[in-house]
Nanobody, 121 residues
């Protein structure tokens, strides 16, 4: 089993920044990649970014240049630095651990509980 605990969400004004953290514990060797997804009210869960433990990353086009995903192997923690936030970034953000660096939610086997990010205009 793998446990994921997110932190760092909150309320921020448009143009502001937040950094989300995801602490990974348990059978971490069974995971090959980590991802961030988000879900806004009434919408499907959406891929945001993913990274392998070796540092290879990929992003949703809408966040490229604004968000940066990174992984600290020593701390078993994955981060999502979010800059230039927009109201449309408002959602619950979920950390996920999976078998590949994928934008498909079903490639991820473990999920955190989610952290709310609210961007006011």
């Amino acid at each position: 089993q793998v446990q994921l605990v997110e932190s760092g969400g909150g309320l921020v004004q448009a143009g502001g920044s937040l950094r989300l953290s995801c602490a990974v514990s348990g059978r971490t060797f069974s995971t090959r990649a980590m991802g961030w997804f988000r879900q806004a009210p009434g919408k499907e869960r959406e891929f945001v970014a993913a990274i392998t433990w070796s540092g290879d990353s990929t992003y949703l086009n809408a966040v490229k240049g604004r968000f940066t995903i990174s992984a600290d192997n020593a701390k078993s923690t994955v981060y999502l630095q979010m800059n230039s936030l927009k109201p449309e970034d408002t959602a619950v953000y979920y950390c996920a651990a999976g078998r590949s660096k994928s934008d498909w939610r079903f490639d991820y086997d473990y999920w955190g509980q989610g952290t709310q990010v609210t961007v006011s205009s």
